[in-house]
C-alpha cells in the first residue's frame, strides 16, 4: 500500500500564489507517475497535472496549461504543485494520486484510472 499525504492549502487571493506538496510513504516505486485533481463543491472531480517519475514529463488540463508547475523529489518521495495567478475558479480540494510500475502508468492517471489516492487538501481563492 501506499500512502499519500497532502499539505499546502489554505486561503489566498486572486492572483496569488500557493505551492502543494505530496510525501508518498509505504510501497514506493522507481517508476510510474503521480499527479493532482481536484474537486470543486458541486462538481465532479478533474485532472489538474501529471509527472513522470523517471523523465520528469509532464502534463497539464488546458485550465491550468501557464499557472501551474508539478514537479517532483523522487529521492524524497514527493510531488509538488506551485500554483501562481490563482483564479477564484481554482477554488476546490486539491488530491494527489499516484500510479505504480507498469505502461502507460501516467496515461492512466490522466484519465482517472487512480492507484492511490491522498485525503486532500483545500485550496480557497477569494476574489
Known amino acids: 500500500q501506499v500512502q499519500l499525504v497532502e499539505s499546502g492549502g489554505g486561503l489566498v487571493q486572486a492572483g496569488g500564489s500557493l505551492r502543494l506538496s505530496c510525501a508518498a510513504s509505504g510501497r514506493t516505486f522507481s517508476r510510474g507517475a503521480m499527479g493532482w485533481f481536484r474537486q470543486a463543491p458541486g462538481k465532479e472531480r478533474e485532472f489538474v497535472a501529471v509527472i513522470t517519475r523517471t523523465t520528469g514529463n509532464t502534463d497539464y488540463a488546458d485550465s491550468v496549461k501557464g499557472r501551474f508547475i508539478i514537479s517532483r523529489d523522487n529521492g524524497k518521495n514527493m510531488v509538488f504543485l506551485q500554483m501562481n495567478s490563482l483564479k477564484p475558479e481554482d477554488t476546490a480540494v486539491y488530491y494527489c494520486?499516484?500510479?505504480?510500475?507498469?505502461?502507460?502508468?501516467?496515461?492512466?492517471?490522466?484519465?482517472?484510472?487512480?492507484?492511490?489516492w491522498g485525503q486532500g487538501t483545500q485550496v480557497t481563492v477569494s476574489s
Open positions: 494520486a499516484a500510479n505504480g510500475d507498469y505502461l502507460s502508468s501516467a496515461y492512466h492517471l490522466q484519465n482517472g484510472k487512480v492507484d492511490y
